[in-house]
């Protein structure tokens, strides 16, 4: 892709390929909140198309690009191939920011660290960090990697999801203090 790219357009053709790759509409599905929806976004194969992914990096570096951070990533395993795009796509813009993800769950071996992707004698602490999540319902996946970000002594600049199903989220963001941005709504696709 050109780097001369106009955001109106990444939108534009973003929802294209969701609304290929990654939307389902009609059949009855549960939601990682425990909620049931008929509109379903499974993100990770767009994603992890090459066009996809590259738009996705870039939508978001031009959301933050007055923000200082270093650091982009969120909880596995949504925010993985988000922040890896980010992190790939961020020094070609001049502002390399490096890619982090919070386990679930701590693994019973090595570091046993939730948070991972920094280098011995990284940390996150006093550091403004974005936390990304590719589907948002309530919220509260992105708040479990607040969580993790917080314990480590990471300052949360900002959530951003690729797709709010504006189900309350923006509300339970709001109420936690944090600024909340989503690139597209449920609203881009009915």
Request: net charge neutral; proline share 5%; no cysteine.
């Amino acid at each position: 892709m050109p780097l001369d790219r106009s955001p109106e357009a990444d939108r534009a053709r973003l929802i294209e390929i969701i609304k290929t790759r990654s939307f389902q509409q009609g059949r009855e599905v549960k939601l990682a909140s425990g909620r049931t929806s008929t509109f379903y976004f499974n993100m990770k194969p767009t994603v992890l198309d090459a066009q996809g992914g590259w738009i996705i990096a870039n939508l978001i570096l031009d959301q933050i690009e007055k923000e200082k951070v270093r650091w982009i990533g969120g909880l596995e395993m949504g925010a993985v191939p988000i922040a890896s795009a980010v992190a790939a796509v961020s020094p070609l813009r001049g502002r390399p920011i490096s890619a982090f993800f919070v386990r679930k769950q701590v693994k019973d071996h090595g570091t046993r660290s939730l948070v991972e992707g920094l280098a011995p004698g990284e940390s996150l602490k006093g550091e403004p960090v974005i936390i990304v999540e590719d589907v948002t319902t309530t919220g509260g996946s992105a708040l479990k990697a607040v969580e993790a970000v917080r314990a480590e002594g990471g300052e949360i600049a900002r959530v951003i999801t690729l797709v709010d199903r504006l189900e309350g989220a923006e509300e339970a963001f709001r109420a936690a203090g944090l600024r909340f941005t989503p690139l597209l709504t449920l609203d881009d696709f009915r």
